[in-house]
């Protein structure tokens, strides 16, 4: 073990020291201080070491929020096994190709997911343990609370530069890639999100977005390497979270659309101005960010940043500078470069790269990507944006190739959407792309080439993919066209159909 170097477990034993007595999570009536959660932590590892799951061994979690959740990744730390969340709103399908990629030792359910995968246990005999949240063992799922072990001591594996959590990423190539995330790279994004936003042990974060998501991760955790206060919602619903905002004084929330409009209209509702909230961060519409402004005390954060830089890698109050991302936070370099890796002049949009110890370890088993990706020493974002000459931030387009549309901050590439519109009999050619939208912030539209397009209604591409890939997947517009503009090497050519029909 590096006498210079931290692992995340190393935050929650120093936590149970410096703030023993302090609550560190919330779930409905369940309180759990800082002393309480590394007993929890260590029982549980405890109990993982002696069903023989190692430092590198993967667990897979397909669940809603649970205080458990964050006990598991508590006991991955010390070990040094790496937790591998999934997206519990995707199919069965979907499941197992992330599955297939992760090659877990064991999977984590609750009782909301369930029926996704019931009776997996049956026939995968490659994944060694089932377990689901609670006490309820059913279907040859073991209970999860039957796993802490009171009394035995376990070795604190993990090194620094072990990987901590693999977080997936959009489907560029079917199977969603996972970003490694290392336990360097979760301290430094922590420390670095204590120091651009103040955050202290008295700060309270509302974990309403899911847990596998960097944006509520994130926060979670340097939340709590901070001393602070985590109120989990198991799955978001806006009367819960205004009664919890105001009954724990929540000071810091996440939001992607349409958290914050569902919050603000609550709040009128319940007659709460929800005095102890300061900071609001993530991605909504201007609307209801001066909505924030004008009937709270609160600000709104908005930088840039991605699951493979551990969140954000530029940060400001959006009243500080209108329009633009931030400056680049302390410990990250950012530089904008052409199609050939050359430094852009400032104003001159560029492809944007980051450097530092948020960056990532690259995908978990894609070794190619990976290199192709941290080629000449900086990660290759794929996002396109221009600097000022004060050093502001302006994002500007995602690279077509890496093209990407996020409803209600959900990554889908369109280059999925489009495949499975293509297994549609009759359909010729696709192109589905991302508009405006006053609810999620952005929401999808295919355009079909079709025959008769006369003969085709929206609802039978919409329920097609819904029925094949996640529902938040599916597009929300959808029109039909005989013929669809193509260049000379005959693919679609996006930016004349979006020209011609983004804001049909």
Not at 363 to 375: F, S
Request: aromatic share 8%; hydrophobic share 40%; net charge negative.
């Amino acid at each position: 073990m590096s006498a210079q170097r931290l692992t995340v477990y190393d935050i929650f034993r120093r936590n149970a020291f410096s703030f023993g007595g302090r609550v560190a999570l919330v779930l409905g009536d369940a309180r759990l201080t800082y002393r309480e959660l590394l007993r929890r932590i260590d029982e549980l590892a405890a109990g993982l070491a002696g069903l023989g799951v190692r430092r590198s061994d993967r667990i897979c979690i397909l669940a809603q929020n649970d205080n458990a959740y964050m006990e598991l990744y508590g006991a991955c730390a010390k070990l040094g096994i790496v937790a591998y969340p999934i997206n519990w709103r995707l199919t069965e399908e979907e499941i197992g190709r992330v599955v297939e990629r992760a090659q877990p030792k064991m999977l984590v359910i609750d009782e909301s997911t369930r029926e996704q995968v019931a009776d997996w246990p049956g026939k995968r005999p490659d994944i060694a343990h089932w377990y689901t949240f609670g006490s309820n063992a059913a279907g040859g799922y073991q209970p999860f609370e039957g796993l802490y072990q009171a009394g035995t001591e376990t070795e604190h594996a993990a090194e620094a530069e072990d990987a901590f959590a693999v977080i997936s990423t959009a489907a560029v190539d079917v199977i969603p890639r996972g970003a490694v995330l290392t336990h360097h790279n979760v301290i430094a994004s922590n420390v670095q999100t204590m120091a651009c936003m103040h955050v202290t042990e008295e700060d309270a974060y509302l974990a309403a977005l899911p847990m596998y998501h960097i944006a509520a991760l994130g926060y979670i955790l340097a939340i709590l390497h901070a001393g602070g206060k985590n109120v989990v919602l198991p799955r978001f619903d806006p009367v819960e979270a205004v009664q919890l905002i105001d009954r724990e004084k929540v000071t810091v929330l996440s939001d992607f659309p349409p958290v914050l409009l569902s919050i603000l209209d609550e709040a009128q509702k319940q007659k709460s101005k929800l005095p102890s909230l300061k900071i609001v961060t993530g991605l909504d519409t201007p609307e209801t960010i001066e909505r924030l402004h004008k009937e709270t005390a609160a600000h709104f954060w908005t930088g840039f940043g991605q699951s493979e830089t551990t969140g954000f890698v530029t940060l400001q109050r959006v009243v500080d500078h209108p329009g633009s991302a931030g400056k680049v936070a302390p410990l990250c370099e950012i530089k904008l470069v052409d199609d050939y890796d050359r430094e852009v002049p400032v104003g001159t949009p560029g492809e944007i790269l980051v450097r530092g110890p948020v960056v990532f370890q690259g995908y978990y088993a894609q070794p190619d990507v990976t290199e192709m990706t941290l080629r000449g020493g900086g990660h290759h974002t794929g996002d396109v944006g221009r600097f000022d000459e004060d050093g502001y931030l302006y994002y500007v387009k995602r690279k077509a190739e890496k093209e990407l549309i996020k409803p209600g901050g959900e990554n889908v590439y369109p280059a999925e959407v489009e495949s499975v519109i293509a297994e549609i009999d009759g359909v010729g050619a696709v192109c589905v792309f991302g508009i405006p939208d006053q609810q999620w912030g952005e929401a999808i539209k295919a355009v079909v080439e079709v025959e008769s397009p006369s003969g085709w209604a929206p609802e039978k591409v919409i329920n097609y993919v819904a029925g094949r890939i996640a529902r938040f997947k599916k597009p929300k517009w959808v029109e039909f066209t005989d013929s669809l503009p193509k260049g000379e090497d005959g693919a679609v050519d996006r930016e004349a159909v979006k020209e011609k029909w983004a804001a049909g």
